[in-house]
């Protein structure tokens, strides 16, 4: 179970709900001062947004996750 079901592994690093804006806010903030990743977050009208940036998407899904999008559980 996840937060969302789906996720553009190409380019997306994340989707909140309308009552979480100000942490996709943040996490974009975060992201871009202090990893220097640009990263673009969309805002629906419906006020559900998104992170985007391929270059972070690359790098987390091919180190956290395996080619069906499950996470790697190292334990």
Do not use: C, W
Not at 21 to 26: I, P, R
Not at 59 to 68: G, I, M
């Amino acid at each position: 179970m996840g937060r969302f079901q789906y996720l553009d592994r190409r380019t997306q690093i994340d989707s909140y709900y309308p009552y979480e804006e100000s942490l996709a806010n943040y996490i974009s903030d975060f992201i871009n001062q202090y990893y220097k990743i640009k990263v673009k977050a969309k805002f629906k009208q419906s006020r559900h947004s998104e992170i985007f940036s391929p270059k972070l998407a690359k790098q987390l899904h091919s180190q956290y996750f395996d080619e069906k999008g499950n996470f790697i559980d190292e334990n």
